[in-house]
Every structure is written in C-alpha cells, then in structure tokens.
C-alpha cells in the first residue's frame, strides 16, 4: 500500500511561481512512476507530468512543458512539481498519484489533492 500526501498550493498571481510536493510512503517499488494530475472547476480531471521512481525519467503534458518541471528525490521519499509562468488556466486543483509502471496508465494510489487558484 502507498500513501500519498500533497503540499504547497496557494494563490499566486499570473507570472508568478509555486511549488507542489508530494510526500509518499509504504512500499515504493523501483518499477513505480508518480504523476501530478489537476483538476479544473467543471472539467474534467487532466494529467500533467510524471516520473520514474527509479533513474528519474520526466514526462510533462504538452500545456505545462517549459513552465512546470517534475522531480523526485528517493532519498525524501519526495515528489516535487515546480511551477513557473502560471496561467489562470493552470488553476485547478492538483493530485500526487502513483501507479506501478510506465507513466502513461491507471493510476492506483491518490493523494488528497492540494488547490493552486491563479488569479489574473
């Protein structure tokens, strides 16, 4: 079993920076991947990047490539989503997942989920 904990949402203002962390525990097998995925009032839930627990490989949604990067520090136990140049379309909120495998795929294990509002 995985758990799952999101932090660091907030309000920003466009242009403006936050950065997301996801705490994990339980048993984290090196063939996992952990994503990010948000969800906007009225729409439906969207994936935004990914990494490969083991050797750190990144995946990012074609909307936040070159705004927002994905890494993880095993050692913490840590996944962290940097988010730069916010839009008021980035606003939403945000969901650690973990899944065991590739990035693309169902994802089984959910945190809470954390609101990143961006006001115009």
């Known amino acids: 079993q995985v758990q799952l904990v999101e932090s660091g949402g907030g309000l920003v203002q466009a242009g403006g920076s936050l950065r997301l962390s996801c705490t994990t525990s339980?048993?984290?097998?090196?063939?996992?991947?952990v994503g990010w995925f948000r969800q906007a009032p009225g729409k439906e839930r969207e994936f935004v990047a990914a990494v490969r627990w083991s050797g750190g490989n990144t995946i990012h949604a074609a909307s936040v490539k070159g705004r927002f990067t994905i890494s993880r520090d095993n050692t913490k136990n840590l996944v962290t989503l940097q988010m730069n140049s916010l839009k008021s379309e980035d606003t939403g909120v945000y969901y650690c997942?973990?899944?065991?495998?590739?990035?693309?795929?169902?994802?089984?294990?959910w945190g809470q989920g954390t609101q990143v509002t961006v006001s115009s």
């Open positions: 997942a973990a899944r065991d495998g590739l990035p693309l795929g169902t994802y089984d294990y």
């Open positions: 339980g048993r984290m097998f090196s063939s996992m991947s």
